[in-house]
């Protein structure tokens, strides 16, 4: 009995990582840390060719001339599916990052 347990939670976990995937240039809403008013801002992700980080280009700048922000800097963020806001969590993104990209400043 144990075994379409063990199958069902291999394929459950699978789903939910290619589900933490997201293409380049994808849009997202995020909550910034440290910036603004802790509202959510809308963006991109896209991998920082300079640093092979990656960053939420912003679709406006933000107070202080901020046009992206790192994912370390991201507390919370969101992407569409099927016209309605889903929930992504940082943590799985920001842990495939390198060490220097998830210790980066974002100045």
């Given at each position: ?9 291999a394929a459950t976990f699978a789903a939910v ?12 809403r995020i909550v910034p840390s440290g910036l603004g008013d802790g509202s959510w801002q809308t ?65």
């Amino acid at each position: 009995m144990r075994r379409p347990i063990v199958a069902f939670a291999a394929a459950t976990f699978a789903a939910v990582a290619i589900a933490q995937a997201l293409p380049d240039k994808a849009p997202v809403r995020i909550v910034p840390s440290g910036l603004g008013d802790g509202s959510w801002q809308t963006g991109k992700l896209t991998l920082n060719k300079g640093s092979g980080c990656t960053m939420v280009v912003f679709d406006k700048t933000q107070p202080g001339g901020y046009t992206m922000v790192a994912l370390n800097s991201v507390k919370k963020m969101e992407r569409q599916e099927k016209g309605a806001w889903v929930d992504v969590p940082v943590k799985p993104l920001l842990a495939k990052e390198t060490k220097e990209c998830r210790s980066a400043d974002n100045d």
